[in-house]
T-cell receptor, first 114, second 118 residues
């Protein structure tokens, strides 16, 4: 069965600093997708970044980048130049190719200190 | 961008009654819609997957007779909580996935519905 593990229930970072959120996953599939979602206090789920497993290059979206280590089944999210608006719950998720189902980790609550 | 709406955003109902939650894709056709449940300070738990025109597929442990899902069109899915009890109180989130030409693996999420059963 698919599992997604986020080992950091809470993290904090100073504004303008960099923080890395950890995620590991377990899958027997070779074709799959990985996502980081942000859930602010409004509870609206927002896609932060997506990584296709077949791509070796790490995905980047502005201040957000991932470190995808396929052999280690690790998918960490780096937020650079943290902003107050980055404060939220962050969920790592895995979708097996073709299944359409997302399996979420338990989330990491990120606090950004001014 | 793709937008998914949910209605209502909040609902309070009495124990034993039924309540319907709507999930609409506003600017795209959703071949597949998903329903999640989220408890306070917890992760999202997939309840069921629905495809337009066919029966929903429920995850293990989810009572299909209690949580009725209807995906009547390519833009609308409904979740009906039947004979609601206080333990059904939760935050329900839907998501929709666009199918067809140019689709990606992204699921677009609705803003959620807070259900409180008294």
């Amino acid at each position: 069965a698919q599992t997604v593990t986020q080992s950091q229930p809470e993290m904090s970072v100073q504004e303008a600093e960099t923080v890395t959120l950890s995620c590991t996953y377990d899958t027997s599939e070779s074709d799959y997708y990985l996502f980081w979602y942000k859930q602010p206090p409004s509870r609206q789920m927002i896609l932060v970044i997506r990584q296709e497993a077949y791509k070796q290059q790490n995905a980047t979206e502005n201040r957000f980048s991932v470190n995808f280590q396929k052999a280690a089944k690790s998918f960490s999210l780096k937020i650079s130049d943290s902003q107050l608006g980055d404060a939220a719950m962050y969920f790592c998720a895995n979708e097996q190719g073709g299944s359409e189902k997302l399996v979420f980790g338990k989330g990491t609550k990120l606090t950004v200190n001014p | 961008g793709a937008v998914v709406s949910q209605h209502p955003s909040r609902v309070i109902c009495k124990s034993g009654t039924s309540v319907k939650i709507e999930c609409r894709s506003l600017d795209f056709q959703a071949t597949t819609m998903f329903w999640y449940r989220q408890f306070p300070k917890k992760s999202l738990m997939l309840m069921a997957t629905s495809n337009e025109g066919s029966k929903a597929t429920y995850e293990q442990g989810v009572e299909k007779d209690k949580f009725l899902i209807n995906h009547a069109s390519l833009t609308l899915s409904t979740l009906t909580v039947t004979s609601a009890h206080p333990e059904d109180s939760s935050f329900y989130i839907c998501s929709a996935r666009e199918g067809g030409r140019g689709f990606t693996y992204e699921q677009y999420f609705g803003p959620g519905t807070r259900l409180t059963v008294t």
